[in-house]
């Protein structure tokens, strides 16, 4: 009897879906359009689609895991819920006030991101307590109600109930939680102390509205999945990838939406690990370039970069500060406006530029056929001979090249150019886009590009990444197998993982120790308790404590890996005397901040001492089933399956290019460039300065012989 695992990626413009055979090692891949208006129905017919193209029996399959970009678009779209605010009385208009500073001290015509919740659907109450979590005035039922009731008669069918200071005591929140469930149980509530428990108003505010915004969306879309998949005979408790590069039950999905919102590149970034670590390739920059949006991630000793916040919705793409503050637990990332769909446009100035519009796939770019009239980075590729036509997206869909030439004639008269000329203007604008974010990204994070390696996966990532490694100086460039859908694969060798933190002010110099342990023992039982539902297929679970930090006297914290617990208190439970040990204790977390100050900022203040603002707890477990790798067997050098002509700027012109089939390819495969090796949903180009072998694990590792 055979175990499949179903992976399933949407994205802007395709939906990727991956079998998995556990005991025989198969990939099975099919990329089909994302279906906007319905995305579940796209998702049932992928998977529908190629379980039977496999002829795969439903009830050989163990487990679907799921990664989306729709309630991130929900946001970017405002296409969520009337979304309604109930807080404590006079902090109505913190999501406008927001931090009070400007992302652009000379944009004349700046403009905030809008908050998600209107200002007539934010109500007050009395109840409030203060910093130490003392009670100033209690929760009045009626006072709940009064607030409450204009809000559901205008039509809001999704609060956020945010009450000050309740990351320090969330009894307020939860006796207004049952109120609420009293008089108005159809209104989906969703409460700050759960999603958000730390310190800062307006971040914990942006972040609850947000998790209310998306989560009647998120219900309706994953009890639709969920029927849908019942329908087909296959398992339901669906697993839903999140942000912080984890899994959860669907269920905890449900509860928290907000945290499933990067989930899709987060799942390109554990795939990206999980296939360099099979050549020993600890560091890298994760490219993953879609249809709609390119991303890029630092993985240092083969783990992602982790943040514990961000911003959606931005304004200005880069300008930070000019989006809705999420404080959620995330795989940093870069994104970036390219991606196949982004449109080709003349500016005002008279210069070709590259999106952020994008065409996504409805109607999608000009060689879909599907009505697009617009020139974009897929129709640039097709016309350079990066891309087969006759074998588009797997061969799943027909693809008019006329068409493509057509429009990309159309953008070159405009900048006095030539359909030609054109596309390689698109492609090329493209690459320097990615670098040049790619530059800052890694800089800003004290790291230098020229001592990484660039690992591209997604549909554009093998297309462009070879002029990207270039310009930014990567030597190395390597492409996995079935790069296509990496993402999806991704799902299914990534480890169930859960986060939680609270705000707990203490100074580990000073303060009890004892009540550190305590609030961490809280925390570490919070993460067991959610992890529980999957401990049959995943586990042992690996605990690991954290702690935002500052100085005493700075307004931001630094967020630093703590030693593990427990954590003495001048004597243990036994009766053993303990001071040494508390002595050590303290020496220990105090060096653990100062040490990660240190290689942040080079050095410390001196005779300051150290705060902990913000406890943290990651929870982290391997899937206890994983693929088998049977790696790629040597043979002989492959011959090309065909040729095609292939524009490369180090030659000016078209080329007489060999194409490469990358199922033919053997361990030990090496050839010069120029040279095209076409995939399932990718295609690899290697131009006239690389130089490609395969390794036995099957990843494609392209030498970049001389810099541009």
Not at 465 to 477: D, E, F, P
Request: glycine share 12%; net charge negative.
């Amino acid at each position: 009897m055979s175990a499949w695992a179903i992976g399933i990626d949407i994205g802007g413009t395709f939906t990727d879906v991956v079998a998995l055979n556990y005991e025989g090692g198969g990939l099975r891949t099919l990329k089909v359009l994302t279906t906007h208006g319905d995305p579940a129905q796209g998702v049932a017919d992928g998977v529908k689609t190629l379980v039977g193209q496999c002829g795969i029996a439903a009830a050989d399959v163990r487990r679907i895991v799921h990664a989306t970009t729709l309630f991130t678009n929900a946001l970017i779209e405002r296409r969520g819920e009337p979304t309604g605010l109930l807080t404590t009385r006079g902090f109505r208009d913190v999501l406008e006030i927001g931090n009070e500073r400007k992302y652009d001290l000379y944009d004349l015509h700046i403009e905030a991101a809008p908050a998600l919740v209107q200002r007539r659907w934010r109500a007050e109450i009395g109840a409030r307590m203060d910093a130490g979590g003392q009670e100033l005035a209690p929760v009045d039922a009626d006072d709940v109600c009064r607030a409450v009731q204009p809000l559901v008669d205008e039509g809001v069918g999704s609060l956020a109930v945010c009450l000050l200071h309740a990351y320090v005591d969330p009894r307020h929140e939860a006796a207004v939680r049952d109120i609420l469930a009293r008089h108005f149980p159809a209104l989906e509530v969703t409460l700050s102390s759960d999603v958000a428990p730390v310190i800062r108003e307006f971040e914990r505010m942006s972040t609850t509205c947000a998790n209310a915004y998306i989560k009647p969306l998120a219900n309706r879309y994953l009890t639709s999945l969920q029927d849908r998949l019942g329908k087909l005979g296959l398992p339901t408790d669906v697993l839903m990838m999140l942000s912080n590069g984890g899994l959860c039950h669907v269920d905890e999905a449900r509860r928290t939406p907000i945290e499933l919102l990067e989930s899709g590149p987060a799942a390109g970034a554990i795939s990206a690990s999980h296939y360099s670590l099979r050549d020993s390739l600890s560091n890298l920059l994760a490219f993953d370039m879609g249809g709609t949006t390119a991303k890029l991630c630092l993985v240092e000793n083969g783990n992602p970069s982790i943040a514990y916040g961000f911003e959606a919705a931005r304004q200005k793409r880069f300008a930070e500060g000019s989006g809705l503050p999420i404080r959620i637990t995330t795989v940093d990332l870069i994104e970036i406006g390219a991606g196949g769909g982004s449109i080709a446009h003349r500016d005002a100035l008279g210069l070709l530029k590259v999106g952020p519009q994008s065409a996504g796939s409805e109607p999608g770019p000009a060689c879909y056929g599907r009505g697009g009239e617009d020139a974009t980075v897929t129709d640039a590729n097709l016309v350079l001979g990066y891309l087969n036509p006759d074998y588009f997206a797997g061969g799943t869909m027909a693809i008019d090249l006329e068409r493509a030439r057509h429009e990309l004639a159309r953008v070159g008269d405009s900048v006095g150019r030539d359909a030609v000329g054109a596309a390689w203007g698109i492609h090329d604008i493209v690459a320097e886009n990615m670098a040049g974010a790619a530059r800052v990204h890694v800089a800003e994070r004290g790291r230098d590009p020229r001592d990484f390696v660039l690992l591209c996966t997604g549909g554009g990532g093998p297309l462009h990444g070879y002029y990207v490694a270039q310009k930014i100086g990567v030597r190395t460039l390597v492409c996995p197998p079935a790069a296509g859908v990496a993402s999806a694969y991704g799902l299914l060798v990534a480890p169930a993982r859960a986060d939680r933190s609270r705000t707990v002010s203490m100074r580990p110099g000073s303060d009890s120790l004892r009540v550190l342990e305590n609030a961490y023992t809280e925390l570490e039982s919070q993460v067991l308790q959610s992890l529980q539902a999957l401990e049959a297929t995943f586990g042992p679970v690996r605990l690991s404590r954290y702690a935002d930090g500052r100085f005493v006297g700075q307004g931001f914290t630094l967020t630093v890996p703590l030693p593990p617990g427990p954590y003495c208190e001048g004597g243990h439970d036994d009766g053993s005397a303990g001071e040494d040990d508390a002595q050590d204790t303290r020496k220990a977390l105090l060096a653990a901040f100062e040490d990660a100050y240190r290689e942040k900022f080079g050095r410390t203040p001196p005779d300051v001492p150290i705060e902990l603002l913000n406890l943290r707890v990651s929870g982290e477990a391997p899937p206890r089933e994983t693929p088998r790798d049977e790696g790629v067997a040597a043979g002989a050098v492959a011959a090309p399956k065909a040729r095609r002509l292939v524009y490369f700027r180090e030659r000016g012109d078209y080329v007489d290019t060999p194409i490469f089939d990358r199922a033919s390819l053997r361990a030990g495969f090496r050839a010069d460039g120029p040279l095209l090796v076409e995939d399932e949903g990718s295609t690899l180009v290697v131009g006239p300065r690389g130089r490609v072998t395969q390794s036995a694990t099957g990843n494609l590792i392209v030498e970049i012989l001389e810099q541009a």
